[in-house]
T-cell receptor, first 111, second 112 residues
Framework: GEDVEQSLFLSVREGDSSVINCTYTDSSSTYLYWYKQEPGAGLQLLTYIFSNMDMKQDQRLTVLLNKKDKHLSLRIADTQTGDSAIYFC???????????FGRGTSLIVHP | KAGVTQTPRYLIKTRGQQVTLSCSPISGHRSVSWYQQTPGQGLQFLFEYFSETQRNKGNFPGRFSGRQFSNSRSEMNVSTLELGDSALYLCASIRSGGHEQFFGPGTRLTVL
């Protein structure tokens, strides 16, 4: 199976919270990342979490890490139409720090 | 600080031709990685260069090659293009001692 797995689509109403989930297989992951990709653009690093943390908050973004279950989530509070994009989960290990990406979750925000 | 830049942004080629893509990392970043993004395969790692040396390599055929110059700018080359090479090619840079990758806008390659 894939090293990093995400659901493909998520639809939410404007103003609600969005939760995007990700599972990974490598227990030696050092960093876990969330990237955002808007149409026609490259990937924008949103946030990351070190593997010995279980939560990180950055304005509207909250990352939760359950290392035992190898589960990562990204919560976006007060989701706006401008948050519509593809969100990629990724993990990397120490040494090369070359991340392995999931397939991306397409977030659709409707009024 | 200027971000990662890639040129050209769009390219149309025909099968059998070759193509060269260019990436300029963020000033001071010495590591440059290349990725291929397609709807079918997602984001796949091609190779990484650091101080003009290939440091890591993904699982792509030898038609895909790259190099890095002394100013950290990098190029990737694809020879004998195939229809399946149509993709968005992304490059990313990392600062020395860092771990976060910063991506450029990509080059959209279409092979006809």
């Amino acid at each position: 199976g894939e090293d990093v797995e995400q659901s493909l689509f998520l639809s939410v109403r404007e103003g609600d919270s969005s939760v995007i989930n990700c599972t990974y297989t490598d227990s030696s992951s050092t960093y876990l990342y969330w990237y955002k990709q808007e149409p026609g653009a490259g990937l924008q690093l949103l946030t990351y979490i070190f593997s010995n943390m279980d939560m990180k908050q950055d304005q509207r973004l909250t990352v939760l890490l359950n290392k035992k279950d190898k589960h990562l989530s990204l919560r976006i509070a007060d989701t706006q139409t401008g948050d519509s994009a593809i969100y990629f989960c990724a993990e990397s290990r120490g040494g090369s720090y070359i991340p392995t990406f999931g397939r991306g979750t397409s977030l659709i925000v409707h009024p | 600080k200027a971000g990662v830049t890639q040129t050209p942004r769009y390219l149309i080629k025909t099968r059998g031709q070759q193509v060269t893509l260019s990436c300029s990392p963020i000033s001071g970043h010495r590591s440059v990685s290349w990725y291929q993004q397609t709807p079918g395969q997602g984001l796949q790692f091609l190779f990484e260069y650091f101080s003009e040396t290939q440091r890591n390599k993904g699982n792509f055929p030898g038609r895909f090659s790259g190099r890095q110059f002394s100013n950290s700018r990098s190029e990737m080359n694809v020879s004998t293009l195939e229809l399946g090479d149509s993709a968005l090619y992304l490059c990313a840079s990392i600062r020395s001692g860092g771990h976060e990758q910063f991506f450029g806008p990509g080059t959209r390659l279409t092979v006809l």
